[in-house]
């Protein structure tokens, strides 16, 4: 039972702060800016977070700043929920693998897919976009709050 608290309270910390960092991500940085919000619509990203109430999300990955591009064709989202509402973590439960097609040459991508790239139950998650065969291109942290 102390090891289940402790454990709990530690994914619970981390996540906070993980989620407190992204938030405050500089776009001048080496890495890929990996992040969500509501929609992308007529080239605008709608309501950019890392809390969102239960629903459909679309993911931006935008490489611009590592002036790079993603490579590749064949890409997917791994979606991992790591703690419930209530922020009880047991173990990692991959919920889904959203494939996506895109162009080797994009360095701005937007994922989104009402259907496969929804989150129906409150939680912490982690999103991580993955290349094939298995290489994670980046990840982000997310929480899912009851509407």
């Not at 080496?30 to 969102?52: K, L, R, W």
């Not at 791994?78 to 494939?99: C, N, P, Q, R, W």
């Amino acid at each position: 039972m102390k090891t289940s608290f402790v454990k709990t309270v530690l994914i619970i910390a981390v996540t906070a702060v993980t989620i407190f960092l992204s938030g405050r991500a500089n776009a001048q940085t080496d890495a890929p800016h990996f992040y969500f919000c509501e929609s992308y619509t007529n080239g605008q990203e709608i309501n950019v977070s890392n809390t969102f109430s239960t629903g459909y999300l679309t993911a931006m990955l935008d490489l611009r700043p590592t002036e790079t591009t993603i490579g590749v064709r064949d890409v997917a989202l791994e979606i991992t929920m790591i703690a419930d509402e209530h922020g009880f973590y047991d173990s990692e439960l991959v919920i889904d693998l959203v494939k996506f097609t895109v162009d080797p040459s994009w360095d701005y991508i937007y994922f989104t897919d009402e259907e496969n790239l929804k989150f129906d139950k409150p939680g912490i998650y982690r999103v991580m976009l993955m290349k094939e065969p298995n290489q994670q291109v980046a990840s982000g942290i997310l929480k899912i709050t009851a509407k």
